[in-house]
């Protein structure tokens, strides 16, 4: 389903970090909607020229919504940076689902580490206007710091719908966290306590973090 609710749990959580472990249990190394990590304003983005950089280790960078989007600078959105660390060589592949802009004709490039790995469709908007297109590229990752780019090729805008990097090339049900509360930081927020995020393959949930708890107050 594409939207969960938040579930409170009473019992000790563990936190999975992006690290081989969690991706050997979920399928996923990282899934930027299901995290909650795309700016649908696009006002907290951190931008570089024409570049948004997304930095997936640390929490609060946030992926902008598409590609060729106004960003907070000024500036049009012509590449979206994602820069992240494994602790060990890997199999993948980056899942991208994506809509196109209202006219022309969308198409963008993908490179992972300084090579491009290749292209998506050249899709025309006015005949797939509001459909979800999919892409799936094949990438070795390496130990250490990697780097993948998406880079507009043609089109003035599209829109991320999934954008997924997995060790399984089964195609991802697209997951998104409820819309009041997208972010973990703004979850802990609602309910004034701190919180962790809970995923595998059948669960996406915020808690909050079981701790000592002051008694209610008659």
Not at 167 to 175: A, C, G
Request: aromatic letters at 8%; hydrophobic letters at 40%; charged letters at 25%.
């Amino acid at each position: 389903m594409d939207r969960y609710m938040p579930v409170v749990l009473w019992a000790a959580l563990l936190v999975i970090p992006w690290t081989n472990a969690a991706a050997r249990e979920t399928g996923k190394i990282w899934d930027i909607g299901g995290q909650g990590r795309i700016d649908a304003t696009n006002k907290y983005i951190s931008m570089a020229g024409n570049r948004a950089i997304v930095d997936l280790d640390d929490e609060n960078s946030l992926c902008p919504r598409g590609i060729g989007c106004p960003a907070p600078n000024g500036k049009t959105i012509t590449e979206v940076v994602f820069r992240y660390n494994i602790s060990e060589a890997l199999d993948s592949w980056l899942h991208i689902a994506w809509l196109t802009g209202r006219t022309g004709k969308d198409q963008f490039e993908v490179l992972f580490n300084g090579e491009q790995i290749g292209k998506s469709k050249l899709v025309d908007a006015e005949t797939t206007l509001g459909r979800r297109t999919w892409e799936r590229f094949s990438l070795k990752q390496k130990a250490g710091k990697n780097e993948i780019i998406l880079r507009r090729i043609a089109g003035y805008s599209l829109l991320f719908d999934c954008l997924v990097l997995s060790t399984t090339p089964d195609q991802p049900v697209p997951i998104r966290p409820f819309p009041k509360t997208p972010t973990l930081k703004s979850y802990e927020k609602e309910i004034g306590e701190k919180a962790v995020f809970l995923d595998d393959r059948h669960v996406r949930i915020y808690a909050p973090k079981l701790g000592k708890r002051k008694p209610a107050s008659s």
